[in-house]
């Protein structure tokens, strides 16, 4: 087998591989003998077929399918011999296929790029900071209960909570505009459903009232034949409902799977939820700093066969997410480019962090995260003793404490300045940037 190595660009190999004809040959005249005795054709006994008909018959689809093999084992039998890793599988281009010559083919493929770290030292991070305090967890008990909550009608003057049943028609200029007009609709005053203006104009109003309201849909509305114009909406009042909310009990304990007695000590669950959360999104955000820190100051092609292994994990992600409603490949695949791009150049920086300087998974810190996602359960040493007998399970935990000791080493390169922010803002998901698609593992969401 001859084999030689074009470097056509930073990334991009041309491998072209001889391969001899008797080799291919020897192997055809095999499989052909092997369907001689097998094959049944209409005028003749079986296996008693000659070569000849044989060959004719089947003899074009066995070498094409002999080929096809040899070219798939050659290829990784020369990545050995060129001491090569490829970044994801070839493109074949066949120079020379003709029966009784020797093959030729030019195996297309990439490789990893060499990646010089940029300079962090002029880099600056917020890192925000956070603690949950007491109006905190009442505000988030006050959202469970409102989620358990049963609905009264009233007749008084509608309030903030409040729940009304309305219909409504809004114009612009004097006509009705289209989107602009329910029946039955259903709306939560103060809950920010509808633009500025709109549930603070029903505040007072009782059942069977008509209210005429006048707003502005914001500049940045995201129908833009909208944004910026004013409206008028006439609205029905049909109903309003207060929500009653449950008491505080162990019934109530029960259905946010808290068993404790006391409500003392459901607050004190609440509130280690809550600080679990808040520790979860503000690390999700400095990691997301530290990666557009890295983006920023390091530049290096990106293999289009990983991109295109991402994307297929992306459609996939999503296919499970709408309940496999659909097929992966229906989903265009435009929708994740940007996203496995960020991806797939986050993972090839924190590989070569990594390797660079020697990042290991610290043992008590991959001990540590197993304690902390095993205190969400119920019987936390049985989740415990699932990851310490599953080593699959485990390794994911030390990837995303390897992920961290990333974080921390970058971190201890760049100039770091920290902010307090509340509670609400700490769990609120960080905007996308500007130039790249913001990579989102973890979903973080109150109640």
Known sequence: ??????????????????????????????????????????????????????????????????????????????????????????????????????????????????????????????????????????????????????????????????????????????????????????????????????????????????????????????????AGKAARFEVQVSEVEEPVLPELDAEFFEKFGVSVASEEEFRAEVRKNMEREVEQALGNKVKNSVVDALLKVTDFPVPEALIEQEIDRLREDAVQRFGGQMQASQLPAELFTEQARRRVRTGLLFQELIRQNDLKADDEKVEARIQQIASTYEQPEEVINYYSSNPQQKSQIESVVLEDAVVDFVLGKVKVTEKKVSYEDAVKPAQPQADESEETDTEVSEG
């Open 1 to 226: 087998m001859q084999v030689s190595v074009e470097t056509t660009s930073n990334i991009e190999r041309r491998m072209t591989i001889g391969v001899p004809a008797q080799q291919i040959e020897q192997e055809v005249e095999k499989r052909l003998q092997q369907a001689a005795r097998n094959v049944r054709l209409n005028g003749f006994r079986p296996g008693k077929v000659p070569m000849k008909v044989v060959r004719r018959r089947f003899g074009e689809g066995v070498r094409q399918e002999v080929v096809g093999e040899v070219m798939r084992d050659s290829y990784m039998k020369a990545l050995d011999e060129v001491k090569i890793t490829p970044a994801g599988w070839p493109r074949f281009e066949p120079k020379t296929m003709e029966a009784g010559k020797d093959l030729e083919f030019v195996a297309v493929f990439e490789v990893l790029p060499e990646i010089e770290i940029g300079d962090l030292s002029g880099v600056k991070i917020e890192k925000a900071t956070s603690e949950v305090k007491d109006k905190d967890v009442e505000t988030m008990i006050d959202t469970l209960r409102r989620q358990q909550a049963t609905m009264k009608a009233v007749k008084r003057k509608s309030k903030k909570k409040d729940v009304m049943t309305i219909a409504f028609k809004g114009f612009i200029d004097g006509e009705a505009f289209e989107g602009g007009s329910a029946d039955n609709y259903r709306l939560t005053l103060g809950s920010g459903q509808m633009i500025p203006g709109f549930e603070d104009g029903l505040i007072g109003a009782k059942a069977g009232e008509d209210v005429e309201l006048n707003v502005t849909f914001p500049e940045d509305y995201q129908n833009k034949e909208l």
